[in-house]
């Protein structure tokens, strides 16, 4: 059971947008900045967004995350097949001694 | 650019333990913190702690405080993870992570190693 809860799942065609969901509460998202990674298996996880909606250098305008009280999004617009990944949400937890969480990944495919 | 390279895979029996490394090329650790994190099959990701090879401190997750010992060799550029009472549950891939990471909070995540596959199996 991870703190940020997301979506097991999502779906998109070529082109589409698509969003994905983080549920946390006041002593993560809530008070804290969000960060997204991008995880191809058997690969390192890669840093897509940080600070709620920066992207890092070579990271691509599709790519654009938002916040709004203790949820967060990122969306995916102009849909492509190499985006076809897991994606997961992380946070500061301010709990137990303080701690970084992560939701439990959303597995992106593109149809 | 900085590259952080890890240490093979690694396969224990159950009680044992494993000290994966994670060795900074192309640089040094500067004043970032050194993450753990972990994937166990099938779930996602955990963090395990931080260490910042500077300063020599470390934070961990409350979870793994009795098990897992981080250090750092600033001099060197590489880090460790040292895991005790190895259990078939600690099958996983074993991430470092460049951070910078304070007594209140962690920043993101923008360098990672490889990963390393320790299996435990009796």
């Known amino acids: 059971q991870s703190v940020l809860t997301q979506p097991p799942s999502a779906s998109g065609t070529p082109g589409q947008r698509v969003t994905i969901s983080c549920s946390g509460s006041s002593s993560n998202i809530g008070d804290n900045y969000v960060y997204w990674y991008q995880h191809l298996p058997g690969t390192a996880p890669k840093l897509l967004i940080y600070?709620?909606?920066q992207r890092p250098s070579g990271v691509p305008d599709r790519f654009s995350g938002s916040k709004s009280g203790t949820s967060a999004s990122l969306a995916i617009s102009g849909l492509r097949s190499e985006d076809e990944a897991d994606y997961y949400c992380a946070s500061w937890d301010d709990s137990l001694n303080g701690r970084v969480v992560f939701g439990g990944g959303t597995k992106l495919t593109v149809l | 650019q900085v590259h952080l390279v890890q240490s093979g895979a690694e396969v224990k029996k159950p009680g044992s333990s494993v000290k994966v490394s994670c060795k900074a090329s192309?640089?040094?650790?500067?004043?970032?913190?050194i993450n753990w994190v972990r994937q166990a099959p099938g779930q996602g990701l955990e963090w395990m702690g931080y260490i910042i090879p500077v300063l020599g401190t470390a934070h961990y997750a409350q979870k793994f405080q009795d098990r897992v010992t981080l250090s750092a060799d600033k001099s060197t550029g590489i880090a460790h993870m040292h895991m005790t009472g190895l259990r078939a549950e600690d099958t996983a891939v074993y991430y470092c992570?460049?951070?910078?990471?304070?007594?209140?909070?962690?920043?993101?995540?923008?360098?990672w190693g490889q990963g390393t596959l320790v299996t435990v199996s009796s």
């Open positions: 992570a460049r951070g910078y990471c304070s007594s209140t909070s962690c920043r993101e995540f923008d360098r």
């Open positions: 600070r709620n909606n």
């Open positions: 192309g640089g040094t650790f500067s004043n970032s913190a």
